[in-house]
């Protein structure tokens, strides 16, 4: 999966903010990198609703995958 692709219809995407961070930690722990990484691009999610400590899992964990992206 590319992050330049179409993003996902609006029934796959998460519902709010915390669903998208549980699925982008799963992401990471799982190594399904490319996919983190499009969720976190295209995903239509606000971090901010998040909190400071969720906002900042959901930035490590993005730069997690793209590392992981990067090193391959």
Avoid: H
């Amino acid at each position: 999966m590319e992050s330049e692709a179409i993003p996902p219809p609006a029934p796959s995407r998460p519902l709010n903010a915390a669903t998208a961070a549980d699925w982008l930690r799963q992401c990471c722990r799982t190594g399904l990198y490319d996919i983190g990484r499009a969720l976190y691009e295209k995903g239509g999610f606000i971090p901010d609703d998040l909190g400071d400590e969720g906002q900042l899992g959901v930035e490590e964990g993005y730069r997690i995958c793209e590392r992981r992206i990067s090193g391959r």
